[in-house]
């Protein structure tokens, strides 16, 4: 197929998709069902990984999610409404539970109570009331900021309209979901694909009397903001939300120990037929309002509380091909390219096959009859192999030990913590040496948490990089603007806005600068940490020449893996000048650990031994929550040493000989306060 007639399929499609997202969103009239609209954007999709000539402001590549539609007003959460960590075996529930025992610090016996949510595939909602009296509905929109649709939601019968109950909050946010039951849905499927979209289709209705005639149904499960709260846990939140005149899940449950929690979700899975609304999940949230409190939040996401989804569905289908992909860290992931496959009304060709173990352990080979998994509804995986249907003339897969892109060889590292060599096999190369990882970093550089760069996707990066417009980060800063206007696709208004959203992320701060060299096993949690150490860009890039990697361990939160990391990134030569050519370019910001009018304000802390029933990192945050600071090593600028079990003498007498205050940690509390 030439060019042209690629461009108009290509263009056909786009116009196609661009009118089913027209009549769902902003018409909220679906017009075409969830399987088929899902194969046109693989179809499209595919298209443009096959020709980089192909783009579209419209594509489903560059379209994620949806933005507050124009025909409401916007209006921002006044806490976000965040999305959560998923679970999807008895394992990952076991390591969600250790992660929150270690982080408040208490042995592994330690009990925690969870309420178990059965989580409704609806659409999420924010009421605020104030002095009792509903005030304003929100959609959960992008998480950060919804749209007004208090109208529409105030013609759902489920959703009181004023609380009479005297316990009620003065201002609070009720959050829970909208949701259409299933036999109601037998009325309407001939207008909606399913009972979700018609949900959301009814919510976003211009004229609320259309709403009206929706049997629109809401069960609440949580709140937001709030003022005035007087209950100590989501259990009795729950029960008090019935009293207040709440709809809430009838299968909620107080539950502790993740095997009474798998004992729970298997119960409930076998009643998901029989229930009158959808669930895809069950939401364990830590039942006490202190300990979630004390958890907080990593990233997007609460440490308190985990989506355990349900098994997601399956089906067979025939391996063509096994792909090997290399990803910005070196690691060679197997993918298998199968013979496309409908599974919960997406159309399949891909399966992630991990890693090479995992290809030994199943046996995997092309040609092979397979169940194929789509895990949480997300990613679909090879299941198992069907060995009765194996053909005499299949061979065994060799993984490759030589990268396939660079040529260098593919090697296992010794993991020390399990004595063993991981599972994944990487490329050997380091730096930009081997043009698939080169590739992987760039995008890795101008990706969401990193420099955020508009206009410049993954897609236009694979681009570029063919044109050779790029080989390093800072040539991204550099670019040949005059070049690029004569390309295919590009006009003198898109180059100017491409070069305009380059210029805005010349200024960024430390902590995101050093997250975007992709450093391995440095995110944006351990990149934020690092930023506070060195507070400026000179003082990061002087690593190289004190060489004393061994200051990185005495960073709370940093270990031996991520500072090994970051010396092998600064004993590659190439990694050196991009990071002193990119420090030319651009104006990268200190990390400022100034806050005001706390109650440790200009004090600076050290700990030394375990502390009894509180983590480091609580003590850190702590610290900084309250204006003071903390150090990695004993020295005059040191106010306080806080002591703990079995602390290390040297750092004692450090402080002894330099007259720094020692505390116990008892002392540190009642600097707050607190009561140990």
């Known amino acids: 197929m030439n060019e042209k007639k690629v461009q108009k399929l290509y263009l056909d499609k786009i116009k196609l998709i661009k009118k089913y997202n027209f009549y769902y969103f902003e018409k909220s009239k679906p017009i075409i069902s969830d399987d088929l609209y899902d194969k046109l954007k693989k179809e499209i999709l595919k298209l443009e990984l096959n020709y980089n000539f192909l783009k579209s402001e419209d594509s489903p590549s560059l379209r994620v999610g949806y933005k507050p539609s124009k025909n409401f007003k916007k209006i921002a959460h006044r806490t976000p409404m965040l999305s959560l960590s998923n679970a999807f075996n008895e394992e990952d529930l076991y390591n969600f539970q250790k992660k929150i025992i270690n982080y408040l610090s208490e042995k592994d016996t330690y009990k925690i109570d969870f309420s178990a949510e059965p989580k409704i595939d609806g659409i999420s909602a924010s009421l605020t009331y104030k002095n009792s009296k509903l005030e304003k509905g929100l959609s959960r929109g992008d998480g950060k900021e919804g749209e007004d649709i208090t109208l529409n939601l105030a013609t759902i019968n489920d959703i009181p309209k004023k609380i009479l109950s005297k316990d009620f909050p003065e201002d609070i946010e009720i959050r ?22 018609a949900a959301s289709g009814s919510l976003r209705q211009k004229n609320p009397e259309y709403t009206k005639k929706i049997p629109l149904n809401f069960i609440a499960y ?31 449950k107080l539950i502790s120990g993740v095997k009474n929690l798998v004992n729970n979700y298997n119960e409930v899975e076998k009643k998901r037929s029989d229930l009158d609304f959808d669930i895809d999940g069950i939401v364990y949230k830590v039942n006490d309002f202190k300990l979630q409190k004390r958890l907080g939040f990593v990233a997007n996401a609460p440490r308190w509380a985990i989506a355990h989804k349900f098994s997601s569905n399956k089906a067979i289908s025939k391996i063509i091909d096994i792909d090997i992909q290399i990803g910005r860290t070196g690691a060679l992931t197997p993918v298998a390219k199968i013979k496309p496959i409908n ?136 670019l040949d603007y005059n070049k690029i206007e004569k390309l295919e696709g590009w006009g003198r208004l898109s180059v100017e806005n491409l070069k305009y959203s380059i210029n805005q992320k010349k200024n960024i701060s430390l902590d995101r600068f050093i ?11 351990n990149a934020k940490i690092i930023s506070k150490h060195f507070i400026s860009i000179q003082n990061f890039k002087n690593l190289t020449k004190k060489n004393n990697y061994d200051e990185l361990l005495n960073i709370d939160g940093i270990g031996e893996t991520q500072v090994n990391s970051i010396k092998i990134f600064f004993s590659n030569e190439t990694n050196i000048k991009v990071l002193n050519e990119l420090a030319k370019v651009l104006e990268i910001k200190d990390s400022n650990n100034t806050k005001v009018n706390g109650l440790l304000k200009d004090k600076s802390f050290l700990v030394t031994g375990k502390l009894k029933g509180i983590s480091r990192a609580e003590v850190k945050s702590l610290i900084e929550e309250n204006s003071g600071n903390t150090v990695s090593s004993v020295s005059k600028k040191l106010n306080y ?36």
């Open 176 to 197: 829970g979901e909208v949701f259409i039951k299933n036999s109601d849905f037998e009325n309407l499927k001939e207008k909606f694909a399913n009972p979700r979209n």
């Open 222 to 252: 949580t709140f937001g903001y709030e003022k005035g709260l007087k209950i100590g846990n989501q259990f009795d939140f729950l029960k008090q939300l019935d009293k207040w005149g709440f709809k809430t899940n009838p299968l909620n």
């Open 343 to 478: 599974i919960g009304g997406v159309l399949v060709s891909n399966a992630t096959l991990h890693n090479e173990d995992e290809i030994n352990r199943k046996d995997v080979r092309i040609g092979d009859i397979v169940t194929v998994e789509r895990a949480g509804d997300v990613i679909p995986h090879i299941l198992s192999v069907d060995l009765n249907k194996r053909t005499n003339s299949s061979t065994k897969f060799i993984f490759p030990k030589n990268c396939p892109s660079c040529g260098s060889k593919t090697i296992k590292e010794f993991n020390k913590i399990t004595k063993k060599n991981d599972a994944v096999r990487r490329c050997s190369s380091e730096g930009y040496n081997c043009d698939k990882i080169s590739i992987e970093k760039l995008k890795h550089f101008v990706s969401k948490e990193a420099f955020n760069i508009d206009g410049l996707g993954k897609k236009i990066i694979e681009e570029f990089w063919k044109l050779k417009l790029i080989k390093f980060p800072q040539d991204i800063f550099k």
């Open 515 to 525: 997250f975007a060299l992709g450093v391995r096993h440095i995110g944006l949690e």
């Open 641 to 676: 040493l806080i002591v703990g079990e079995k602390p290390t003498k040297k750092k004692v007498e450090n402080a002894k000989a330099l007259k720094v205050k020692v505390i116990n940690q008892n002392e540190f509390l009642k600097m707050l306060n607190k009561t140990g």
